[in-house]
């Protein structure tokens, strides 16, 4: 950082920032510089002029790497699940900027530069060394282009309030005041909130910082969830109660501690599955050709009273894919539906063992990759998960429904896309005995208890009530998408600049017949329409936040994973980043698309 000028880059003192020397610049503001902001910002560094100035406020003293990527959310032995040629285009490739890097920090994360090819996934630590080099170099480009970037570190944003009269939003840093921009774009990242943690001992409301469960423990530890963030989990503990090593046949092996005799992990999985395994991909780079163009959305909302069909989706981005890449695939699964295609799927997997269909999916997945070819079912399930995420707000409720109880659970299985490499150290885990999972359904419960540890309630296979005792508890189901209570920017929801996301329902009957039966997630509305509640605020195509009356803001505008899941069902990954930063950056410069 301290290579790049001081006008253009700098930790700036925020009480004279106001008083910039072109005060008819148009002022924006990104809050939060991690990965989501990087993309915002490369946008703006592709796009705009000297007319405009860019403020990034960021809480720690970073660019670049958020917290998947710096050490609130990773430690040395985590891993990303993504390779160089799977990412979108930045300044420079990763494998590119490995050849600059020093000997030490080469050695500290075990890369041989020689060996090291756009197909090789990083440590997340290194990765986002990457990300914040990428930033900087962003910045000392922009600022030969006449973009002024100033940069405020360790200031963390408590508010934002929207003034429509004047046209401005203020924005109030922590401890250090309140700031006027004509626009801003919220990327303020992930969020876990802490309902337990800290009150009941050996009770983790998420596995984030993963410093924190660097704990000898000799007893039994539960997880709830199998996901890449329980791996996350599991790379870190296994660590601290035991080692890993290879056997005679050149495999990954773990000894336990022997000072943690009791030591094992219990993943509690709703389907009782493991993630499907990192193979190649054709196409790495999901990008806008992905997406139903807007002809295809608006056509199909036009023939189905202003809802886009789920079955219409499914049938478009998914199943007509395979009559040319696939035929034989395709002839399998031409006359089936969403639920009986997601059935037969979950059926398959569901049959096995999850350990020795894990060991099969990670054979398969190597020869994917060793012959460079893909696994093509999977890699469209990714392609549909994207695809379906932008025109997911103009689905009925019913189809809302459909998407969450049926295609999701699959597509969170199959696209997680686990790294060999902890593919292989859970494989070594479970055979040396310390590592199970368990099928819970969805109506498992934890009960934790105030003197420490929790109770595990759930129904099995075979219909049988259990319930186990478990001192240490680690909630790894991911990001949850947080509700509209949960908001943080109290002032845009006060003066009404944001509003509740919802989806209507297509009959009135069905919502009724939810409303009557007490789920509370179903209102009947003012104009007599029912409404499923949807988690997050609403938003738009351009992902401005929109108001209780459906209008739409011209000055703020948000990709904050944790409060739009309910427009964007599957918000996850650096392609979606890139996408969604178009789309703002565009609409704010006014750019044709």
């Excluded at 796009?47 to 809480?59: K, M, Q, R, V, Y």
């Excluded at 997945?365 to 079912?377: L, P």
Aim: proline content about 4%.
């Amino acid at each position: 950082m301290n290579g790049l000028g001081k006008s253009v880059f700098r930790d700036t003192d925020i009480s004279d920032n106001l008083t910039s020397n072109v005060l008819l610049k148009k002022r924006i503001a990104i809050l939060g510089g991690g990965p989501s902001a990087l993309f915002v910002y490369k946008r703006f560094a592709e796009l705009a002029g000297s007319d405009i100035e860019i403020h990034i406020f960021e809480g720690k003293n970073r660019l670049g790497a958020g917290m998947p990527y710096s050490d609130q959310g990773a430690n040395v032995e985590h891993v990303t699940n993504v390779s160089d040629n799977e990412i979108p285009e930045m300044v420079t490739s990763i494998e590119e900027w490995i050849q600059t890097l020093p000997k030490d920090t080469l050695e500290k994360f075990g890369i041989e530069k020689e060996r090291f090819n756009e197909y090789k996934v990083l440590p997340r630590l290194l990765f986002g060394q990457y990300l914040t080099a990428q930033f900087e170099m962003l910045i000392e480009r922009a600022s030969q282009n006449g973009l002024v970037t100033e940069i405020h570190f360790e200031s963390k944003v408590v508010d934002i309030v929207d003034d429509a009269e004047r046209g401005k939003t203020t924005v109030e840093i922590e401890g250090k005041g309140t700031f006027e921009f004509d626009q801003v774009v919220i990327c303020t990242g992930h969020k876990w909130p802490k309902k337990n943690e800290g009150v009941v001992p050996g009770y983790f409301d998420s596995p984030y910082p993963p410093s924190k469960l660097r704990l000898k423990l000799n007893h039994a530890v539960a997880l709830k969830g199998s996901s890449l963030t329980a791996i996350d989990a599991i790379r870190t503990l296994a660590r601290m109660n035991g080692s890993f090593g290879t056997n005679k046949e050149g495999k990954v092996s773990y000894q336990p501690s022997e000072d943690s005799p009791e030591f094992k992990i219990v993943m509690h999985s709703r389907n009782g599955l493991l993630p499907a395994v990192r193979f190649h991909l054709e196409d790495p780079l999901v990008s806008n050709d992905s997406l139903l163009s807007k002809e295809d959305i608006q056509q199909n909302r036009k023939e189905n009273n202003g809802f886009l069909s789920l079955d219409f989706v499914f049938e478009k981005e998914f199943k007509d894919t395979f009559k040319e890449k696939d035929p034989k695939f395709y002839a399998k699964i031409k006359d089936l539906s969403m639920e009986d295609f997601v059935e037969s799927m979950m059926g398959l997997r569901e049959s096995r063992e999850p350990f020795a269909l894990f060991k099969a999916e990670y054979e398969e997945a190597e020869r994917s990759i060793k012959n460079r070819e893909s696994i093509y079912w999977k890699e469209m399930l990714a392609v549909l998960s994207f695809a379906m995420n932008y025109p997911a707000k103009y689905l009925s409720a019913e189809d809302m429904q459909r998407l969450q109880k049926v295609l999701m659970p699959l597509i969170s299985v199959v696209i997680a896309f686990v790294p060999q490499s902890s593919c292989e150290e859970l494989l070594a885990i479970h055979q040396a005995g310390r590592l199970d999972i368990v099928s819970v359904g969805e109506d498992s419960s934890v009960e934790p208890f105030e003197n420490g540890g929790v109770n595990y309630h759930y129904t099995d296979e075979s219909g049988s009530e259990k319930s186990a005792h478990f001192k240490t508890f680690i909630d790894c189901v991911g990001q949850p998408h947080l509700s509209y209570e949960a908001f943080p920017f109290q002032g845009l929801v006060k003066n009404k600049t944001v509003s509740r996301a919802k989806i209507r329902f297509r009959s009135s009957e069905i919502g009724e017949k939810q409303a009557n039966q007490d789920n509370k997630k179903v209102e009947k509305a003012a104009d007599g329409q029912y409404y499923l509640n949807v988690p997050g605020i609403t938003i738009n195509d351009n992902f401005q936040v929109v108001d209780p009356e459906g209008k739409a803001s011209e000055r703020v505008y948000i990709m904050a994973v944790p409060y739009i899941g309910g427009y964007n069902p599957d918000y996850s990954g650096l392609d979606f980043c890139e996408e969604a930063s178009f789309s703002i950056v565009n609409n704010i410069l006014k750019v044709e698309a």
